[in-house]
């Protein structure tokens, strides 16, 4: 047998190294992204929602709450920190996607704390937290 390798024997090789690579990516690159709003709610709950929605565009929106996604055993999964108009987007690795309920904890210096648990969303619905303003917020 000869040590050298042939242009055949290398094309064979490089495909299949890109066939294992790319489904090692597949597996553990990329995450789900989940998004919602932070609104002034009648309680602090989180609940999912249709996309359609009117609250996500009509409520009032509150911009700097930390929105958290917990797994079952209390690790965070996934955070993110609504902006101006109190969207947001979470992006939960792959690896770590949660095939359970997550616990959803709202907080900021505005709000009063709150922790929701939930399924999250699929096929397009969207994330709605709920919280009510820190009667000791000034602002």
């Known amino acids: 047998m000869s ?4 242009a055949r024997s290398l094309g064979r090789i490089t495909i299949a190294i890109s066939v294992y690579l790319g489904a ?6 990329g995450g789900v992204s989940y998004s919602g709003r932070v609104v ?29 996604f917990l797994d079952e055993r209390g690790d965070r999964i996934g955070s993110a920190t609504s902006g101006n108009k ?6 939960v690795p792959v690896t770590n996607a949660p095939t359970r309920a997550v616990t959803v904890r709202a907080s900021g210096s505005s709000v009063r704390a709150s922790e929701t648990s ?13 919280v009510t303003k820190n009667p000791s917020d000034t602002r």
């Open 3 to 6: 040590p050298c390798i042939n």
């Open 24 to 29: 090692a990516c597949f597996a553990g690159c």
């Open 40 to 68: 002034v709610g009648p309680a602090d709950i989180t609940v999912v929602v249709p996309a359609e929605d009117p609250r996500l565009t009509t409520s009032e929106g509150v911009p700097g709450t930390l929105v958290e």
């Open 86 to 91: 109190g969207e947001f987007g979470i992006t």
């Open 118 to 130: 939930l399924y999250l969303p699929r096929d397009g619905g969207r994330v709605l937290v709920n």
